[in-house]
């Protein structure tokens, strides 16, 4: 699993002339109702949790659980370097009014870090709709089978790491910022999750900055690329890859790592520059849905529009656009006919859910309804 786990874009045309025409548009129009189906399964589980948190009383979103865990610094450069990305973290996390946690930066005392964040984890909710964070700042290895991530003490393996998470039913987010990383993207991708690793593979060993840049990226304005106020995970994750880029060609250094993004379950990483703002402009072959959409729904630090929405209204809302995206991707093979009645079968309910909740002045921070399809769509009304 050392190998690169990227996404296997772009369809060649040799493959592709291999498919029938008809064979390739259905096996599309399947991919595009596994997606849906995969985003009424994300409802499911999301609204569960939500409609819980309604019964309980209280309608305000439950607050985001963040968990950093610094490793083995090996030399006290480093140290420093690692206590300053878990400081943004926990500034973000104070801004976001989210409950921070860090593991590793305390005096070593009898339980190991390991246990430390094990205990953590285990003490979450497994059910509920608030966002867990897990953030990995630290050095990696890679020894060819098994990545790690190195702690004082027992280090974490992404095998360990992945059956801690199995029991979680709720959104969760895992951001691994060290060297060698990439594995843990194929061993903990999932549904309902979103893998972020510094590097494409366990081969990428040196010294990684991603954490750095994505840490700061969590606040930055300038990372809100569609300017709605808040810094997206998909944002951040861009902007961050963007510095680590600018880094090296500042240093005149050849790019040591690659930083992935999967939030679509398949163990398949994304990189950043396979996006123009936030929309990807390149497609996975294979039928899968690109990364990204289920990232850029996902803010730590939420706008005061976003912070206004309920967490059933943000679960309805969330798998609507996940579906409505897999219809723009299945749309060359399906009828014009077919595509707008899909797309008014979606349009509608988010409509009406937008219009539920509109206040003066707020408008959805993702309304698909700004789409050029739905534009010429109305205009042909
Ligand atoms: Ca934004
Ligand atoms: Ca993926």
Redesign the pocket.
């Known amino acids: 699993m050392g190998t690169a786990p990227v996404e296997r874009y772009g369809v060649s045309m040799r493959h592709r002339h291999r498919i029938e025409a008809e064979n390739y548009a259905s096996w599309r129009i399947r991919g595009f109702l596994a997606v849906a189906a995969k985003a009424v399964a994300l409802l499911g589980w999301l609204l569960l949790g939500a409609a819980a948190t309604h019964a309980s009383g209280t309608n305000a979103p439950e607050p985001a659980r963040v968990i950093v865990a610094v490793g083995a610094a090996g030399e006290e450069d480093y140290g420093k370097e690692f206590a300053k990305w878990a400081g943004l973290w926990a500034k973000a996390s104070d801004q976001a009014e989210a409950n921070f946690a860090v593991v590793g930066l305390g005096p070593t005392n009898a339980t190991a870090d390991l246990a430390l964040l094990k205990q953590l984890l285990a003490s979450e909710p497994t059910n509920s709709p608030a966002e867990l964070w897990l953030v990995l700042i630290g050095h990696g290895t890679f020894d060819g089978k098994e990545a790690k991530f190195n702690l004082r003490g027992p280090d974490l393996s992404a095998t360990e790491l992945a059956e801690w998470l199995k029991p979680f039913h709720r959104p969760v987010i895992v951001i691994n910022c060290a060297s060698s990383s990439g594995p843990f993207l194929n061993k903990l991708s999932a549904p309902g999750r979103v893998i972020v690793t510094a590097t494409k593979s366990g081969y990428e060993e040196n010294y990684a900055r991603f954490g750095q840049f994505f840490a700061a990226a969590l606040t930055d304005p300038l990372a ?9 995970l998909l ?1 951040a994750f861009i902007m961050a890859s963007r510095r680590v880029a600018e880094f090296y060609a500042a240093e005149g250094r050849l790019v040591t790592e690659t930083a992935l993004l999967d939030d679509n379950g398949d163990g398949l990483g994304t990189p950043a520059d396979f996006y123009r703002g ?1 929309r990807a402009t390149k497609k996975p072959a294979g039928g899968a849905t690109v990364d990204g959409v289920r990232a850029h729904q996902l ?1 730590l630090v939420r706008s005061p529009k976003e912070v206004g929405m309920s967490p059933v209204s943000r679960a309805q809302r969330d798998a609507l656009e996940l579906a409505l995206a897999a219809l723009r991707e299945a749309k060359p093979d399906l009828s014009e006919a077919e595509y707008y009645d899909r797309l008014e079968r979606l349009l509608r309910p988010l409509a009406a859910l937008y219009s539920e909740l509109d206040t003066p002045g707020v408008t959805a ?1 993702h309304s698909p309804t700004n789409s050029s399809e739905s534009q010429s769509r109305s205009k042909s009304d």
Do not use: G, I
Not at 224 to 232: E, F, I, R, Y
């Open positions: 809100d690329l569609d300017k709605d106020d808040q810094v997206s944002e936030v803010h921070p």
